[in-house]
Every structure is written in structure tokens, then in C-alpha cells.
């Protein structure tokens, strides 16, 4: 008799670089043979433990005919499950495939020594079916485990002779086996019993499950069988199993007794991810001709065998990448063989392959979106909630794009105490966020939000109390009452200050925004308006946020006094601005929502935008970014494109709702371009959704950069702070750090308080310029002194003392 070995040569096939990973692919060639061949006789082959396998493999006689072609998918399930299943005592079985006819296999054991052998025909038949392959071997140990006996005469002689072989080949290869000669010999010539085969179903089922296997695969595994060779086929040699259906019957009610405990999370070893690994790169390779696939092929083919093993390697190829390595094997192997969670990924690594996994499955890949953030805190809550609280620091700090990830990455990485490092307002994000995904159910979600804050640093003294709802309610009551006037002819009559500078809509006006009016035009224009006209309050108005969005604060806070006087639309939201942001005014943050509401009644969408702003962010109110949603549609549907543009930017960013990318684009089309900021989040709209036109994003884009050097060069603060971030982060123009900086600086010593945030940011980091820690504090404390908080959290960690 003749036993022919699967063998690998060191074929080297130049290695092919995917995602930064480069891969050693090793291919299957012909057998090594241990005697003359004899065609009429079974054969059978031994496998090398360590082998890494191709698509297919060829087990070829003597003379290299090739005797049987299988699915290395299916060659490589099977030594994955037979490997954890034989661990549940401690063996190390001799593996042997023969092309004796059959759906067969079996385990035996004698003098120590154990023997499994499989039919080549079961192999295609079970295919890749990790888990119906450990049902099989299961089964099959469960017979040695329980020592029942073992087989007729037949089966003692074809067990000495497949002994005898595999004696011939250790032999050749040096290592004499004397002992598995006779193992076949010596056992008992007896048939088990219907009790001991239903003994056996039960025990392999435990055996499975304890080893990290789903047990329904064993009754997968009858059902191939019935379909394949009627109800009463069976696994071995023997024709007295109980039938299909009973067997089926018997391994649900074993299922159903199995205790939690006995199913863990599914561990896999080094090798079972390489030989995965390796088949997983050949199957993408073949099937599509490209020689380097990339991650997402290979993660598909391994998420079919295995969901934890395809995370971890799409956790990895993230994480190597995130660190700089970009070539070896080995790296992605260490990385795989280990969990999650033991790894310690960090928050970027996550949010990114969460946002990748996202995209495979149709859905909206935002990082802030529902499915990647429900993904992320399904994988790590507790790294979910500390890169929530790195996310809200980071964007407090304005730093330039390209620093973004590698700053939430060390701060996720970070140890240090979250209630020290991170401030309340900090905590309340990183919470809302927390019970958004972490709340089992709707009602909860109060619940989470209250526990998580009572474990963050104190409410501040200044913190406000008034209710997110009664200032939505307030802000509705003074809309409807606006709406429930009647309004006569508009007078004085409509003129160019309106037609350049009003910030109201007016009919057959479109209205401006404040930033982007033409200033030296309208300035001329409105002046002309307020000396031949006989109430000049609206002109007023206008002019007053001209003069704001040129950092001449004083005048418009003359013109908007006197303008307010006769209930002038718009001229207290100018005064709330002011007050809320200290420009030209002491910071007065309680006159800010009064001033607003009242605005409201007089018909004001930039008031009701205002609202929806505090609501949004938490200041001045309690911060509920639904309601103030809310706030933005309603100014949006009454003719604002700034609401339009804050709407969208909540649906873009999940803020507080569902991300809806569709939806955005829809608010951002409908709104046109009369407020330029819209191009950008178009922009980001339209590359996010599959499809689109990305010449029409990138038309948005070269308009968003033309209208802010546009109003730039016209004096604008709001444009110059824009331009400036435009060039720090290269949005559709080269990156220009420098130039950047200087617009920046323009804009902050106007008196832009978001402008100086910016300047200290870049003094801290060397954005632009070098690095100045004194002139950090400056600007951080013209920025804190317009009220911005994030302003007084540096300031405070740079000086070292209490806010």
C-alpha cells in the first residue's frame, strides 16, 4: 500500500502590497511518494500541520496523476476544527485523507496513539462549514472520549494497514513508528450501540460548543447526510445509527441543555488566522485577477469562515497603517492572534474601521453616523466613550486637519484621569453621545446620560438651568405671534440698502448674511436711505450688520439701539451677537436670549437661527441639538439659507439625530448659494453620497474659495477667519499654513473672537508660524474674554491655575 504526502515547495511569489501590508503568497505543488503505486488499491495522504494552503488542492499518486482536486477553504475549516476540538483532552491525532468512496470519517485510537481519518468525498460535501466540520470531529472523539469499543475485524485490518503506511512514510522521513504497526490489531471486533451513539451526539455537541463552535452545526450536518444519502445514512462504517430524523431530534434536546458557559467567545490561534490569511489572498487574487487584492476582498472572504477573525484583521491593517507599518506579515499576525480588546486599539482605529465596515454594508460611512458609532461602542464602550471625550476636546481646539487623527489617537491612548483632563462641558457630549448608543432602549436613555454625568467633574457654577424645551417653546409662541399679524405694504418703500444689505426677507429680496454683504456698496447705499427717509429704523438695522461683519462695533451698536426703538427686524439680534460674544460690549450672556425672542416676534429667521445655535451647542440652555433642529428647519422654510446651512450640518454630523446624508444634500441644494458657507458641507455632501457628480463637488468647492477672497478683500471678518482656515487645512487649495495664519491674524485683531481662538491654537501648535506659548495666553484670552469656553480650558491648563 502507498501513502502519498501533501508537500510545499518554497515557491516564492513576489510579495504584493495591499492597505500597507505585504503578503508571502506559497503555492501547493505534486505529492512526495512512499512506494510504487498501486492503482487498484485506496490511497491516502497525511497533512502537514503547518501548512499554508491555496484555493485548491491536488492529491496526486505516485506517478502525479492527480487522484482528487479539493477546496483548500474546505481543507482548512476542517483542520481548524478538528485542531480545537481534539484540544478538549489533549491529543494530537494523525490526519489522513483517503479516496475510499464514501461520506465517512472516523477517529480511533490505540496504544496511545490516535488516528482520524476522512473521506475525501465528505470534504466537499461539508465544504467550509467551520462549525458542521466540528459536529463531525466531535462526534468522533466523543467515541474515544467515552471509551466505547470499537469496530468489527474489517475495520482492525484496515486500520493496521493504514497504520502500516503511515509507518512506511515516518520511516522514510526518519522517525521510525514502531508502535503504530499493530495499533489497529488490538481493537475490539463490536459494533456501538444506538446508546452509544446517541451518547456520542450528545458529548460532541458539549464538545463543540465548549470549544467556541455554534452546536446547530450538528444538525446541519445530519441534514447533509439525509440529503446526500437518505435518513439513514451515517458517519462510519457501521449501519445500526439511529436515523436522520431522530438523530436531529435527540441533538436539538442536547442543545437546549447546554448552559451559557459552555459556548465562549470562539478563540483562534496564530495559525488558523495565517492559513485564512494566506487562502482568503489567493481566492481574491484568482477569482479577479488582480494581484493585489485589497483589505476589503480579503476581510469579506474571512468574515464568511469567521466574524472575530475578519474584525480583528480589519482592526489591524487600521491600526499598522495608523503607525507607520506598511510592510511585513508578521506585524498583521502578531497584531490578529490577539483580542481586541487586549490589544488596546485605539479610538481612531476603531471609528475608522467601523466607518469602512459601514460603507461594505451600503450604509452612511460618516465617523459621527448611527451605524459607525453603533458599531464602535458595540466593539469598545469604554474606548468609545473616551475617544467621545477626545472627539469634543479636539474640536475645541481648532487644530489644523492634518493633525486631527493623531490628536484624537494620543488622547484616546492617554491614562490619564477623564474627570481631570476632560471638562463638564466635555463630559456632556461624550454622555449624550453615550446614551445615543450604549442605552438599551429609548426610555433608558435619560437614565444613561444622568448616571454617566454624575461620575464627570461638577456642574459649573455658571452653568445654565434653563430648560432646552421652554426656550423651544418661548422661541415658538414668539414665531406664531409674528406670523398671526397681519402685514400691510412695506414701508418706507424697498431701495438698494435693502436690495445689498438686508438681512430680512423682504418681498422680491433675497435676503444677506452677515459676512457676506458688499459692504462698500451697501455702506453708501443705506446711508444715502437713512438721510432722505422719514423712518430710516430698517436702513438702520441693515447698516448695523454691515458695520458688525467689518469689526465696527461701536457704530453698529449705535445703529441697532436706535434701530431696536422701533422694533426694527434683526437690530436686537445684532445686539445679542455683540452681547454674547463681547464685541465692543462688556460679555453680558444675560441679555442674550431676551433680545433674541424679541426678535423673534418682529419676524426675525437670523433670531430663530440664533436660538437654534445656543440649543445646538448647550450655551446659554440646556443643550438639546433636536430642538434646535427644529429651530433651523423653521427659519430654513421661512427663507434662510444660514438655517439651511446649520440644519444640514446636524444631519451631516449626527448631531444629536440620525445622520442623513440625503437629507443634507436635499437642505443644502434647496438652499442654494446666497450664503457661500453652504458650498462646503455640499461639498462633503455630495462625496458621501455613491453616484454623485464629484464635478459638481468640486465646482462647489472652487466657488466656496472665490466668494471668501471675494468678501475677504472687502473688510469681511467672517470671510478672512473662513479664508484663513481654508488655506490651514488645503480645502481645494494647496495647504498654506502660513498664509493661512496671516488671515487668521488679520481677522483676530479686528476683533473676531473665533478668529483669536484660532490664532492661540496655532501659536500652541506652530500652525503657520512658531511656536509661542506667551502669545497662546494672549489670544486665548481675547477669546475667553468673548465668551468662548474652550478659550478659558486653555487658558486655564496653560496658566496652571483654577477656571
Given at each position: 500500500m502507498h501513502l502519498i504526502a501533501i508537500r510545499l515547495c518554497g515557491v516564492v511569489v513576489a510579495p504584493r502590497a495591499?492597505?500597507?501590508i505585504s503578503l508571502l503568497f506559497i503555492t501547493i505543488v505534486g505529492p512526495l511518494t512512499a512506494s510504487a503505486q498501486q492503482p487498484t488499491s485506496?490511497?491516502?495522504?497525511?497533512?502537514?500541520?503547518?501548512?499554508?494552503?491555496?484555493?485548491?488542492?491536488?492529491?496526486?499518486?505516485?506517478?502525479?496523476?492527480?487522484?482528487?482536486?479539493?477546496?483548500?477553504?474546505?481543507?482548512?475549516?476542517?483542520?481548524?476544527?478538528?485542531?480545537?476540538?481534539?484540544?478538549?483532552?489533549?491529543i494530537n491525532p494523525k490526519l489522513l485523507i483517503t479516496n475510499t468512496p464514501g461520506l465517512n470519517a472516523f477517529a480511533s485510537e490505540a496504544n496511545g496513539q490516535t488516528l482520524v481519518v476522512v473521506y475525501a468525498d465528505i470534504i466537499s460535501v461539508i465544504g467550509d462549514d467551520v462549525n458542521v466540520w466540528a459536529a463531525l470531529f466531535g462526534h468522533e472523539f466523543a467515541h474515544?472520549?467515552?471509551?466505547?469499543?470499537?469496530?468489527?475485524?474489517?475495520?482492525?485490518?484496515?486500520?493496521?494497514?493504514?497504520?502500516?503506511?503511515?509507518?512506511?512514510?515516518?520511516?522514510?522521513?526518519?522517525?521510525?513508528?514502531?508502535?503504530?504497526?499493530?495499533?489497529?490489531?488490538?481493537?475490539?471486533?463490536?459494533?456501538?450501540?444506538?446508546?452509544?451513539?446517541?451518547?456520542?451526539?450528545?458529548?460532541?455537541?458539549?464538545?463543540?460548543?465548549?470549544?467556541?463552535?455554534?452546536?446547530?452545526?450538528?444538525?446541519?450536518?445530519?441534514?447533509?447526510?439525509i440529503t446526500h444519502v437518505g435518513s439513514s445514512g451515517v458517519l462510519s462504517f457501521l449501519s445500526t445509527h439511529p436515523s436522520g430524523e431522530a438523530r436531529i431530534s435527540s441533538i436539538k434536546q442536547s442543545i437546549a441543555t447546554l448552559p451559557a458557559a459552555s459556548a465562549p467567545a470562539a478563540e483562534f490561534s496564530l495559525q488558523d488566522f495565517k492559513q485564512w490569511m494566506i487562502l482568503c489572498s489567493s481566492d481574491a487574487r484568482e477569482g479577479n485577477g488582480n494581484p493585489a487584492p485589497n483589505a476589503g476582498v480579503i476581510q469579506q472572504c474571512l468574515r464568511k469562515h469567521d466574524a472575530e477573525m475578519a474584525n480583528r484583521y480589519g482592526l489591524c491593517v487600521v491600526d499598522l497603517n495608523a503607525r507607520g507599518v506598511t510592510n511585513g506579515f508578521d506585524p498583521l499576525l502578531g497584531c490578529a492572534a490577539q483580542s481586541p480588546k487586549l490589544r488596546g486599539f485605539s479610538y481612531d482605529v476603531w471609528a475608522q474601521y467601523c466607518s469602512g465596515a459601514s460603507l461594505t454594508?451600503?450604509?452612511?460611512?460618516?465617523?459621527?453616523?448611527?451605524?459607525?458609532?453603533?458599531?464602535?461602542?458595540?466593539?469598545?464602550?469604554?474606548?468609545?466613550?473616551?475617544?467621545?471625550?477626545?472627539?469634543?476636546?479636539?474640536?475645541?481646539?481648532?487644530?489644523?486637519?492634518?493633525?486631527?487623527?493623531?490628536?484624537?489617537?494620543?488622547?484616546?491612548?492617554?491614562?490619564?484621569d477623564e474627570t481631570k483632563r476632560f471638562t463638564r462641558k466635555h463630559w456632556k457630549l461624550a454622555c449624550n453621545r453615550m446614551g445615543d448608543y450604549a442605552a438599551p432602549g429609548a426610555a433608558d436613555r435619560d437614565k444613561v446620560i444622568e448616571d454617566c454625568l454624575a461620575q464627570g467633574p461638577a456642574a459649573d457654577a455658571t452653568e445654565s438651568t434653563r430648560g432646552a424645551k421652554e426656550l423651544y417653546d418661548e422661541a415658538t409662541r414668539a414665531w406664531a405671534k409674528y406670523s398671526a399679524t397681519p402685514t400691510g405694504a412695506v414701508t418706507p418703500p424697498i431701495n438698494n440698502c435693502d436690495r445689498l444689505a438686508s438681512t430680512q426677507g423682504l418681498p422680491s429680496i433675497a435676503p444677506v448674511y452677515v459676512g457676506f454683504i458688499e459692504a462698500p456698496a451697501a455702506e453708501r447705499a443705506c446711508l444715502d436711505a437713512i438721510?432722505?427717509?422719514?423712518?430710516?429704523?430698517?436702513?438702520?438695522?441693515?447698516?448695523?450688520?454691515?458695520?458688525?461683519?467689518?469689526?465696527?462695533?461701536?457704530?453698529?451698536?449705535?445703529?441697532?439701539?436706535?434701530?431696536?426703538?422701533?422694533?426694527?427686524?434683526?437690530?436686537?439680534?445684532?445686539?445679542?451677537?455683540?452681547?454674547?460674544h463681547g464685541l465692543g460690549v462688556p460679555l453680558s450672556p444675560d441679555k442674550v436670549i431676551p433680545l433674541l425672542l424679541a426678535d423673534v416676534e418682529w419676524g426675525s429667521v437670523w433670531a430663530l437661527?440664533?436660538?437654534?445655535?445656543?440649543?445646538?451647542?448647550?450655551?446659554?440652555?440646556?443643550?438639546?441639538?433636536?430642538?434646535?433642529?427644529?429651530l433651523y428647519k423653521l427659519a430654513a422654510s421661512n427663507g434662510s439659507a444660514e438655517a439651511a446651512f446649520d440644519a444640514a450640518g446636524v444631519y451631516l454630523a449626527g448631531n444629536g439625530v440620525e445622520a442623513d446624508v440625503p437629507q443634507a444634500l436635499k437642505i443644502l441644494r434647496a438652499a442654494g448659494d446666497g450664503y457661500p458657507p453652504v458650498l462646503n458641507p455640499l461639498s462633503r455632501a455630495l462625496r458621501a453620497t455613491p453616484g454623485s457628480d464629484p464635478d459638481e463637488s468640486r465646482r462647489a468647492i472652487a466657488k466656496l474659495f472665490q466668494q471668501m477672497e471675494h468678501f475677504a478683500a472687502?473688510?469681511?471678518?467672517?470671510?478672512?477667519?473662513?479664508?484663513?482656515?481654508?488655506?490651514?487645512?488645503?480645502?481645494?487649495?494647496?495647504?498654506?499654513?502660513?498664509?493661512?495664519?496671516?488671515?487668521?491674524?488679520?481677522?483676530?485683531?479686528?476683533?473676531?473672537?473665533?478668529?483669536?481662538?484660532?490664532?492661540?491654537?496655532?501659536?500652541?501648535?506652530g500652525t503657520g508660524t512658531a511656536p509661542n506659548q506667551e502669545k497662546a495666553i494672549e489670544f486665548f484670552r481675547k477669546a475667553a474674554a468673548s465668551g468662548i469656553l474652550d478659550a478659558e480650558i486653555q487658558l486655564a491648563k496653560l496658566t496652571n491655575s483654577a477656571r
Open positions: 495591499f492597505l500597507g485506496p490511497l491516502y495522504w497525511t497533512i502537514r500541520e503547518d501548512a499554508l494552503f491555496s484555493s485548491q488542492w491536488r492529491l496526486n499518486a505516485a506517478d502525479g496523476t492527480t487522484m482528487e482536486i479539493l477546496p483548500g477553504r474546505a481543507l482548512v475549516a476542517m483542520l481548524e476544527a478538528e485542531r480545537r476540538i481534539s484540544a478538549q483532552y489533549n474515544l472520549y467515552l471509551h466505547h469499543s470499537s469496530a468489527k475485524e474489517t475495520r482492525a485490518a484496515i486500520l493496521a494497514f493504514i497504520a502500516a503506511a503511515v509507518n512506511a512514510y515516518e520511516r522514510q522521513k526518519g522517525r521510525d513508528r514502531s508502535d503504530l504497526v499493530n495499533f489497529g490489531a488490538s481493537i475490539v471486533g463490536n459494533t456501538f450501540s444506538r446508546e452509544q451513539e446517541r451518547e456520542a451526539d450528545a458529548t460532541g455537541v458539549r464538545f463543540m460548543a465548549d470549544a467556541g463552535f455554534d452546536p446547530q452545526g450538528a444538525i446541519r450536518l445530519q441534514e447533509l447526510l454594508k451600503g450604509e452612511i460611512g460618516l465617523i459621527t453616523a448611527k451605524p459607525t458609532q453603533q458599531c464602535v461602542w458595540d466593539g469598545d464602550p469604554q474606548m468609545a466613550f473616551r475617544g467621545a471625550l477626545c472627539e469634543a476636546e479636539t474640536n475645541s481646539t481648532q487644530i489644523p486637519s492634518d493633525k486631527w487623527w493623531p490628536t484624537v489617537r494620543s488622547c484616546s491612548l492617554d491614562s490619564s438721510k432722505t427717509s422719514s423712518d430710516p429704523s430698517r436702513f438702520q438695522a441693515n447698516l448695523a450688520g454691515v458695520y458688525l461683519q467689518q469689526g465696527r462695533f461701536a457704530d453698529a451698536l449705535l445703529l441697532a439701539r436706535t434701530a431696536a426703538k422701533r422694533n426694527a427686524v434683526n437690530s436686537s439680534t445684532v445686539m445679542a451677537d455683540m452681547y454674547d437661527d440664533y436660538l437654534g445655535d445656543l440649543l445646538t451647542s448647550g450655551r446659554r440652555v440646556e443643550r438639546s441639538p433636536a430642538l434646535g433642529l427644529e472687502l473688510g469681511s471678518l467672517t470671510a478672512k477667519y473662513r479664508l484663513g482656515l481654508i488655506y490651514t487645512n488645503g480645502v481645494g487649495v494647496s495647504v498654506d499654513k502660513e498664509k493661512g495664519f496671516s488671515l487668521l491674524m488679520e481677522a483676530a485683531q479686528a476683533g473676531d473672537p473665533n478668529a483669536a481662538f484660532s490664532v492661540a491654537n496655532a501659536y500652541l501648535n
